[in-house]
């Protein structure tokens, strides 16, 4: 079974901080997602990757596959960032279903 | 942008009635899903849909829950007899193969 594991579970910074969420995983997986999760509830999609690294903007995930690690970067952090943020991993033996992370609660002040 | 869609946003039952959660996925989409989530907890796996049956289910989605494709665009959960702990946040998601696109949820409160 696959377990998922995030830190930090909090994260409150400054406007303008470079923002570090990591994410870990136990077993084989054939994709990582990040989610954002707004206060209302809903979810987006930021990225799915199976390896190396993607950036959207300021975003920017990584993943180490040996290290069965992740990790989102955001760059020049916007108060707008605060949300919810989850990573959640494809199982390889599962059909399609994601294993989802407890979730890291950003907050950004101006 | 194609988005799915869920209906209603936010539902209240009695404990024992039956609900029927509805979403509307992409359209060109072939996998679906049902995830729910209690306040304060994680996310979690219900059951995945594709070629019109069931392909993976949890411990969660016991006999009183349902999946039905209708009508070949609705994706529908049914709770057959609500307890208080199906009280949660239901997303439908779908892809067409990886990604998963997700729903602004339902808001599920049994009393």
């Known amino acids: 079974k696959n377990e998922v594991e995030q830190s930090p579970q909090n994260l409150t910074a400054q406007e303008g901080e470079f923002i570090t969420i990591n994410c870990s995983y136990s077993v084989g997986i054939s994709a990582l997602h990040w989610l954002q999760q707004h206060p209302g509830g809903g979810i987006v999609s930021l990225f799915m990757?199976?390896?190396g690294k993607k950036k959207h903007g300021r975003l920017i995930a990584t993943i180490n596959i040996q290290e069965k690690h992740s990790s989102l970067h955001i760059t020049a952090s916007h108060p707008r960032d605060s949300a919810v943020y989850i990573c959640?991993?494809?199982?390889?033996?599962?059909?399609?279903?994601?294993?989802f992370g407890q979730g890291t609660r950003l907050t950004i002040n101006p | 942008e194609p988005e799915v869609t869920q209906t209603p946003s936010h539902q209240v039952t009695q404990m024992g009635q039956e609900v029927i959660l509805h979403c509307v996925p992409i359209s060109n989409h072939l996998y679906f899903y049902w995830y729910r989530q209690i306040l304060g907890q994680k996310v979690e796996f219900l059951v995945s849909?594709?070629?019109?049956?069931?392909?993976?289910k949890s411990e969660i989605f016991d006999d009183q829950f349902s999946v039905e494709r209708p009508d070949g665009s609705n994706f529908t959960l049914k709770i057959r007899s609500t307890k208080l702990e199906d009280s949660a946040m239901y997303f439908c998601?779908?892809?067409?193969?990886?990604?998963?696109?997700f729903g602004p949820g339902t808001r599920l409160l049994v009393l």
């Open positions: 959640a991993a494809h199982d390889i033996q599962g059909a399609q279903k994601l294993v």
């Open positions: 990757l199976s390896s």
């Open positions: 998601a779908s892809s067409p193969e990886g990604s998963q696109y």
């Open positions: 849909f594709y070629n019109n049956e069931i392909s993976e």
